[in-house]
T-cell receptor, first 115, second 113 residues
Framework: NAGVTQTPKFQVLKTGQSMTLQCAQDMNHEYMSWYRQDPGMGLRLIHYSVGAGITDQGEVPNGYNVSRSTTEDFPLRLLSAAPSQTSVYFC??????????????FGAGSRLTVL | TQLLEQSPQFLSIQEGENLTVYCNSSSVFSSLQWYRQEPGEGPVLLVTVVTGGEVKKLKRLTFQFGDARKDSSLHITAAQPGDTGLYLCAGGPFVGSARQLTFGSGTQLTVLP
């Protein structure tokens, strides 16, 4: 099925460990983004990309790195995990061609626990 | 910084009842989207409204964009257990090539059979 695929679904890390959350989309969308979702705080933008080779910071970028080497893939790297990064992470993509609203297609999420 | 406030934060009702969820801001948005999220899944778009005063209907769901483009409401008629989920509103800016969305904190709706 076409859409946004995230892996892994669940991950437990110890403080200080590093890991990469994978995100792939097969809709040829230029725009890709990473959000974190915490109780009562909605979705907060971590990093985003408007095309291969272009990335930018969102609202809460500290502690996370991204790269966009292809249109399809947008991995999120945690360099040294901290308990404050315990959250559910969502990757989302959209087609920004035209002047319409930025309508996002989300992945199913990755639940990360940092001990 | 644009902020969107949703109310209520939690809502638990009986099957067959009507309800309204509100999304308010002091900022003006070019568009307003509503998403529904079920447990263990990502949000899924329900509707996009782009004109002040616009009303859209999706079966038993009615969405309205405020005349001043600062607020929106979602009304559900005769709620069913299948309507249970987290409802998120998201506002689109007038400027910025990436058209970053601002999300509200969500309304958790539970419809009891």
């Amino acid at each position: 099925n076409a859409g946004v695929t995230q892996t892994p679904k669940f991950q437990v890390l110890k403080t200080g460990q590093s890991m990469t959350l994978q995100c792939a989309q097969d809709m040829n969308h230029e725009y890709m983004s990473w959000y974190r979702q915490d109780p009562g705080m909605g979705l907060r933008l971590i990093h985003y990309s408007v095309g291969a080779g272009i990335t930018d910071q969102g609202e809460v970028p500290n502690g996370y790195n991204v790269s966009r080497s292809t249109t399809e893939d947008f991995p999120l790297r945690l360099l040294s995990a901290a308990p404050s990064q315990t959250s559910v992470y969502f990757c989302a993509s959209s087609d920004l061609r035209g002047l319409g609203a930025n309508v996002l297609t989300f992945g199913a999420g990755s639940r990360l626990t940092v001990l | 910084t644009q902020l969107l406030e949703q109310s209520p934060q939690f809502l638990s009702i009986q099957e067959g009842e009507n309800l309204t969820v509100y999304c308010n801001s002091s900022s003006v948005f070019s568009s307003l989207q509503w998403y529904r999220q079920e447990p263990g899944e990502g949000p899924v778009l329900l509707v996009t409204v782009v004109t002040g005063g616009e009303v859209k209907k999706l079966k038993r769901l009615t969405f309205q964009f405020g005349d001043a483009r600062k607020d929106s409401s979602l009304h559900i008629t005769a709620a069913q257990p299948g309507d249970t989920g987290l409802y998120l509103c998201a506002g689109g800016p007038f400027v910025g090539s990436a058209r970053q969305l601002t999300f509200g904190s969500g309304t958790q709706l539970t419809v009891l059979p």
